[in-house]
């Protein structure tokens, strides 16, 4: 019987998965409705209490569903690229190469409107780190518009997986150097991408 997921792309360690969904909050998340999924991405912030906080326009349809301790899957994606036999120093097939977090969790919709203000000024402050050249003041006459078309939401995580292929089944050299393009990958300008994007949508 195969092994699958090999058990050295797969990393348990819950402070690990923290981390990727720290430093990259925004998550795919997927209701599932008549055995249709519905999908939005939203930034999730990890609270100390180990849940995720998240807030949803209420015009969304999936809106609907973040609430009544309903079941949800969430997606975490970390660095990722494709990672060239040139890179090696042995004869290996390419690859690709990437950072994932799998949760699965119940949700239930936060109706109080200033626990949604204390939310999107602590998300904010959150996401304005190190530097804080923003601050959302609890007065912002914007928000006190905006929160009559939000939902927030709380997410209690019942699995986590983390799905780390970064090489591991290569000798340690091809294993740094498989890091080290990942590294130059995620480093590279995106410049020229971001160009054709535009060009395209015109």
């Known amino acids: 019987m195969s092994n699958y997921p090999p058990p050295y792309h797969q ?8 981390e990727v969904i720290k430093a990259y909050p925004l998550a795919t998340v997927i209701s599932v409705k008549n055995n249709q999924p519905l999908i939005t991405h939203l930034p999730l912030i990890y609270r100390e209490d180990g849940k995720l906080i998240g ?3 209420i ?3 999936q809106t609907n569903l973040l609430k009544d301790n309903n079941e949800i899957t969430i997606l975490f994606s970390g660095p990722q690229c494709y990672i060239s036999p040139s890179v090696y120093t042995t ?3 390419p690859t690709w190469n990437y950072i994932k977090v799998h ?5 239930r919709a936060i109706e109080s409107k200033d626990d949604l203000k204390e939310s999107l000024i602590k998300m904010t402050q959150f996401l304005e780190q190190p530097e804080h050249k923003y601050v959302l003041e609890v007065d912002n006459p914007r928000m006190e ?3 009559n078309y939000i939902k927030m939401f709380e997410i209690t995580i019942t699995k ?4 780390f292929k970064l090489s591991q089944d290569k000798k340690k050299s091809d294993t740094a150097n498989a890091k080290a393009e990942l590294i130059r990958a995620n480093k590279e300008s995106i410049e020229e991408f971001l160009e054709k994007i535009i060009y395209i949508k015109r």
């Open 160 to 163: 986590w997986e983390g799905k």
């Open 55 to 57: 807030h949803i326009d």
């Open 145 to 147: 518009g905006a929160i």
């Open 11 to 18: 990393d348990n360690d819950k402070l690990h998965l923290i």
């Open 91 to 93: 004869t290996q097939l």
């Open 103 to 107: 949760l699965k969790g119940t949700v």
């Open 59 to 61: 015009y969304n349809p």
